[in-house]
């Protein structure tokens, strides 16, 4: 059974259609990315999957539980890691302060000790989060959604404001975190990064999924009949993979 199961989703904000029909399931195990242009509802469609927003229409089922029952969704919480948004941190707030309070609200918080260690802030535990560089703020991102022990790890955008390398070294923090038993859920904005990570992927643009794919059997031009190439931001169209068959 999926992990992860999300059937016709939909939501509107007042007379915006933001997610109009979106489906699609993620294996126990899986980096499963969610790849589209700006706008295109990825975000929306994972907190309704999180339980962050209340879908109007649709089913999802996350371990079995349902978002949108209270009792499902206090159960949720517990297993999903979700990650830090930028400013959702007080500048001033220490690292371990931050750990200190997520583990807070966890049932079975893991000791945040460890995880200063695992993910390669020791020495930082002391330093203000506004004083932290881009990829340091974003390896203590990963921690903090790491604190309740979950079985799933969404991460939204997690390398955008990075620079290359940045990135590149927080790909493999994502790939441990996997290696953790962890499914992860990777909403992103750049091909490179979902080839690079993704076992599978769904492209959504306008509300709905347009490909759904493992990254090599995908590229743009297959999808040139489902929707206008020429609309894309330019940081998701790139040329087609050289793994790609086409
Ligand atoms: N709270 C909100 N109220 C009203 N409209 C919203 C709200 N949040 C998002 N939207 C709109 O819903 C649509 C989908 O937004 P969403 O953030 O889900 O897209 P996205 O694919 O994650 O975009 P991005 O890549 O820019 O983060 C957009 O048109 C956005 O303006």
Not at 43 to 67: F, H, N, Q, W, Y
Not at 79 to 98: D, Y
Not at 106 to 116: C, N, Q, S, T
Not at 216 to 245: I, Q
């Amino acid at each position: 059974m999926p992990l992860i199961e999300v059937s016709n989703l939909r939501k509107e904000y007042r007379n915006h259609v933001a997610v109009q029909d979106v489906s699609f399931s993620v294996e126990e195990g899986e980096i499963f990315g969610i790849l589209g242009p700006n706008g295109a509802g990825k975000t929306t469609a994972v907190e309704c999957i999180e339980g962050m927003r209340k879908r109007d229409g649709g089913e999802i089922s996350v371990m079995g539980l349902d978002p949108l029952k209270d009792k499902d969704l206090a159960e949720l919480r517990e297993s999903i890691g979700i990650q830090l948004q930028q400013s959702e941190l007080p500048p001033k707030m220490k690292v371990w302060e931050a750990l200190e309070l997520y583990s807070t609200f966890y049932r079975d918080p893991v000791d945040w000790r460890e995880l200063i260690k695992d993910w390669g802030l020791s020495g930082k535990a002391d330093t203000a989060y506004g004083s932290l560089s881009g990829g340091q703020q974003q390896r203590l991102s990963i921690a903090l959604a790491l604190v309740g022990k979950p079985r799933i790890a969404v991460f939204d955008e997690l390398t955008t404001a990075l620079d290359p390398h940045a990135r590149r070294e927080t790909w493999k923090l994502i790939e441990k975190v996997r290696e953790q038993d962890v499914t992860v859920l990777l909403v992103t904005h750049f091909m490179e990064e979902a080839e690079r990570l993704c076992d599978r992927i769904a492209i959504i643009e306008s509300g709905r999924v347009v490909a759904l794919d493992t990254p090599p059997d995908w590229c743009p031009g297959s999808m040139s009949s489902r929707s206008s190439a020429s609309s894309r931001p330019s940081r998701w169209t790139t040329n087609c993979s050289p793994r790609c068959p086409r």
